[in-house]
């Protein structure tokens, strides 16, 4: 099994930045995805970014050019840095871990409100 662990989220003004982290841990192997899901209240969870384990990103195109997503050298870790907050970015965000065998396992999620 793997265990996601989340951090950073915040109340943030519009144009601000959040960077939310997630590690995992457990029984994982090389070749994984790595991403972001996020749900507003009353809206279905969508797909915010994804990065594999060779680097391949991917976005959602409400999110590209002012979100960003990494891995740390380990692979373990992902960073979803958040520039350019718009009050429609206010979601609980889910850490996502895809391994190789396709299961998917989520975080807890972590709260993003973006005021004004």
């Known amino acids: 099994q793997v265990q996601l662990v989340e951090s950073g989220g915040g109340l943030v003004q519009a144009g601000g930045s959040l960077r939310l982290s997630c590690a995992a841990s457990?029984?994982?192997?090389?070749?994984?995805?790595m991403g972001w899901y996020r749900q507003a209240p009353g809206k279905q969870r969508e797909f915010v970014a994804a990065m594999t384990s060779t680097g391949t990103t991917n976005y959602a195109d409400s999110v590209k050019g002012r979100f960003t997503i990494s891995r740390d050298s380990a692979r373990k870790t992902v960073y979803l840095q958040m520039n350019s907050l718009k009050p429609e970015d206010t979601a609980v965000y889910y850490c996502?871990?895809?391994?190789?065998?396709?299961?998917?396992?989520w975080g807890q999620g972590t709260q993003v409100t973006v005021s004004s």
């Open positions: 457990g029984i994982i192997f090389s070749i994984n995805t």
């Open positions: 996502s871990f895809t391994s190789v065998a396709s299961v998917i396992y």
